[in-house]
């Protein structure tokens, strides 16, 4: 991890055991690293309209029921990510609220990504620079072929076209927040949290950080519940990611 500027740590968002983990890898990167380089934590879990509100609570400005109040948590923020947020507060870490607000999410979805070329010019400090990039030709097929295993295309589930212009939303949304800091900062050591899909095999999140910024030194930890946590699978779990940390199913 010292070796390079992000950290991708890719989750599933009910894996209780990764989220204890991934309190273990702050806790050694500030052991390791807190007195010779700057660390950032990054979060999906919050949108980046919300970063002043996050920054006010970081810095001791308003109360931690204030900040919940305004800040749009998820519903297991309590108990999953809450000792990240409290890890970094303590150690004077910025946090970065990385995700593309849902409102403009659902829009692309629902419209196509055309459509937010309507919203008034102060919803472009919440969103990349537009046009965002288009997923790589690999993630597309990826993430076509899970909506229909899943049944989520089709009818009911939306234009799988719209839903992919949505996906690609947020993973251009969260580079650019880590590109922007990078930029700022170029010396930091960011930290990432987000769902696995978004950073599975370099893609996603990381392919768009290449758009925003080329050369930027990426490593991708992947968590992955598993029947049987002491047997690596090759065919399974080969090629998730740099590393693959198994989990116990259902935990």
Not at 177 to 187: F, S, V, W, Y
């Amino acid at each position: 991890m010292a070796s390079v500027e992000v950290v991708f740590l890719g989750e599933q968002h009910d894996d209780t055991v990764a989220h204890r983990l991934q309190l273990q890898v702050l806790q050694e990167l500030q052991a390791r690293l807190g007195e010779e380089r700057p660390l950032v934590l990054s979060l999906e879990m919050f949108e980046c309209d919300v970063q002043l509100v996050l920054d006010e609570y970081l810095q001791g400005l308003i109360t931690e029921a204030q900040f919940l109040e305004a800040a749009r948590p998820w519903s297991n923020y309590e108990r999953d990510y809450r000792p990240l947020v409290e890890f970094a507060r303590l150690h004077g870490w910025p946090v970065l609220a990385a995700n593309a607000p849902q409102r403009y999410v659902n829009r692309v979805s629902r419209l196509g990504r055309q459509a937010l070329n309507d919203l008034p010019p102060r919803a472009y400090a919440y969103l990349p620079p537009l046009p965002y990039p288009n997923p790589s030709p690999l993630y597309r097929k990826q993430f076509l072929d899970f909506m229909q295993r899943t049944g989520h295309s089709g009818p009911h589930g939306g234009d799988p076209e719209r839903l992919l212009d949505a996906q690609a939303l947020r993973d251009a949304m969260m580079a650019y927040t880590l590109a922007k800091h990078l930029m700022r900062q170029p010396e930091a050591l960011i930290v990432h949290l987000t769902g696995a899909f978004h950073v599975a095999g370099g893609l996603g999140t990381p392919e768009m950080l290449a758009r925003y910024r080329p050369g930027t030194r990426g490593l991708v930890l992947i968590w992955r519940p598993a029947a049987d946590p002491s047997r690596f699978d090759p065919q399974v779990h080969g090629g998730l990611g740099d590393f693959v940390w198994l989990t116990p199913l259902g935990h």
